[in-house]
């Protein structure tokens, strides 16, 4: 059950985030999660949105470059220890992470953890084993 | 396929004895309708009876860009302005223009240099050249479009620029044949599938010949790929004629300089002293035939080399290589002197990028500093930052291989650098020197 998160390369310049987001405010595309990973030259905005298709298209027309990326969805509980006790089933299989983002609807209730690994499909058989809950996409635009 | 074969392959006897002939008449005419050149042999104590062989040309004295500015503007034409039937100038972009002046006779010249030039590359009366050159001052439109009549060509006279139309004319009229600078190429290519939706690739075009700005094998390679076209350089300048002093054959290997109308030397720039064929240094250019203006030991300041080996064309015409840059390019950062086409050639190697960069000079603490800003492509993005930055330290490793030292690489997004419609500008200096 892997996810599709649309990644947008940001030129570290004043106006850039807002000119992507305005974007896709005007396809009326609704942001789910979303993260940036950023360095002194660039950044990588990094969303999980209700249309990704129509994102992409909307952004490369505006100039943006833009790549659909498959990421895991995982539900961790909102408490200490919650993404800990995830990382390391993850460390024990020797899955190595790329980069994770979390979201959380409401505090105390479940948390859900964005996350792109060396490799998705032994990430998902090994959480679903230890009963970790993977999201699906629709599962998550219901979230 | 030869416009003039037996000039072109005259044997190398005959072709000295000729440009011996021909050069005591342009010094004479010269010293004797040029006050200008009067004053500088004069000066120098030289008369035109001295020059008795090619060598003697070392007497003459150069004639620089500062020399043509304080002639601005008809000053260096050695025939009155009623035989003068055209004149060009250069862009003047840094100081008044060069103006250049044209008989009849030399009209007729260029043409037939740029006939050869086309012939070389196979281009006949069949053939449809859309010259995407700019008409006017600019020697590119004009020059190109004799040279293509006088083959019987049909001429596409589109000049520069209004992109989207000059791919609609190549796809309706079925152009086999375009002159342009190497950069608009490019930008021809990326335009036709982006913003046209034309492969480009589906296009007739069979050859291009591209100049009048420094361009690099690697970018050759990817203008054939993009353009689907066999791609040579043509080389000129305001100064002597326009384009067409030399321009490469089908083998891709140096560009045959009309010698016959050219005599070329390489100078040590430094020095001014006359290099032996096969070293590097400054090219200079004495026109033989100009009516005009004729030109004597013009400092072009472009780098090249003269290749005498036979050339496997047939032709007994010296080669240039390919201009590796100009005197005033060379970027001079921390005492170490270097062109941007080494950059260019560095960055081309790299997967993951596209043939658009810029160099930006800075000295933020007394310490030059350069950036290159390089386009990243549409296909490779990914997004990790780890991957982008070793993409990043790839071509910074690259470039700092080719020239010696460090410099910093951005990244920026694709297309966010500007586009030129002619000679592209890839050097932003920003340190103050003054």
């Known amino acids: 059950m892997k996810i599709k998160q649309i990644s947008v390369f940001l030129e570290n310049k004043k106006g850039r985030l807002y000119e992507a987001l305005k974007v896709l405010q005007g396809e009326r595309v609704n942001i789910r999660a979303l993260s940036i990973a950023d360095t002194s030259e660039f950044g990588i905005l990094r969303m999980i949105v209700d249309k990704p298709e129509e994102a992409k298209k909307a952004l490369e027309e505006n100039g943006f470059t833009a790549k659909l990326t498959n990421v895991v969805a995982v539900g961790v509980k909102d408490e200490p220890g919650g993404l800990a006790a995830v990382l390391a089933y993850l460390y024990e299989a020797d899955l190595n992470v790329e980069y994770v983002y979390a979201f959380v609807k409401k505090a105390g209730e479940e948390a859900i953890v964005v996350m792109r690994t060396s490799n998705l499909e032994k990430t998902i058989s090994v959480l679903q084993e230890k009963g970790v809950k993977i999201f699906s996409f629709e599962e998550l635009l219901n979230f | ?434």
């Open chain 2, 1 to 434: 396929m030869y416009w003039n074969k037996e000039v072109e392959c005259m044997p190398e006897e005959k072709l000295r004895e000729l440009q011996l002939e021909r050069l005591k008449q342009v010094v004479k005419r010269a010293y004797e309708k040029v006050p200008f050149y009067r004053k500088k042999f004069d000066e120098a104590g030289l008369k035109p009876e001295d020059i008795r062989t090619l060598e003697d040309i070392k007497y003459i004295p150069f004639t620089s860009k500062a020399d043509m500015r304080e002639a601005y503007p008809f000053g260096l034409f050695a025939a009155p302005l009623e035989e003068i039937v055209e004149v060009h100038t250069s862009s003047g972009t840094t100081g008044k223009p060069v103006v250049a002046g044209y008989t009849r006779k030399d009209i007729e010249l260029w043409g037939e240099l740029i006939a050869r030039c086309l012939t070389m590359i196979g281009v006949t009366k069949h053939d449809i050249v859309q010259i995407a050159y700019g008409y006017g001052l600019f020697t590119g439109g004009l020059g190109f479009h004799y040279g293509a009549q006088k083959i019987g060509a049909t001429v596409v006279p589109a000049s520069a620029g209004n992109t989207r139309r000059q791919i609609e004319l190549m796809r309706d009229f079925g152009t086999t044949v375009i002159a342009c600078t190497p950069s608009y190429s490019l930008y021809l290519a990326e335009y036709a599938k982006e913003e046209v939706g034309i492969d480009p690739a589906t296009l007739k075009l069979r050859v291009g010949s591209f100049g009048a700005e420094m361009w690099t094998e690697e970018m050759r390679k990817e203008i054939e790929k993009r353009l689907g076209l066999k791609a040579f350089n043509v080389y000129g300048l305001t100064e002597i004629i326009g384009p067409g002093v030399a321009h490469e054959c089908e083998a891709q290997a140096g560009l045959h300089v009309w010698e016959d109308h050219f005599l070329i030397e390489i100078i040590d720039p430094e020095t001014g002293e006359t290099l032996p064929d096969g070293e590097e240094g400054e090219l200079v250019i004495t026109s033989l035939t100009r009516d005009g203006m004729p030109m004597l030991r013009f400092r072009t300041r472009d780098i090249t080399r003269i290749i005498r080996k036979k050339c496997d064309c047939g032709r007994t015409m010296a080669r240039i290589e390919r201009i590796k840059g100009r005197t005033d390019d060379m970027i001079k950062v921390r005492g170490v002197m270097l062109f941007p086409y080494q950059i260019e050639q560095a960055i081309l190697e790299v997967q993951g990028v596209e043939p658009h960069y810029q160099i930006v000079l800075t000295r933020p603490h007394y310490l030059d500093e350069i950036e290159v800003l390089v386009e990243m492509s549409k296909e490779t993005f990914s997004d990790e930052v780890r991957e982008i930055e070793e993409l990043r330290k790839k071509l910074e490793k690259r470039i700092e291989a080719a020239v010696g030292i460090r410099v910093k690489v951005t990244l920026v997004e694709p297309k966010s650098l500007p586009r030129s419609e002619g000679k592209a500008k890839r050097i932003i200096d920003k340190r103050n020197l003054k």
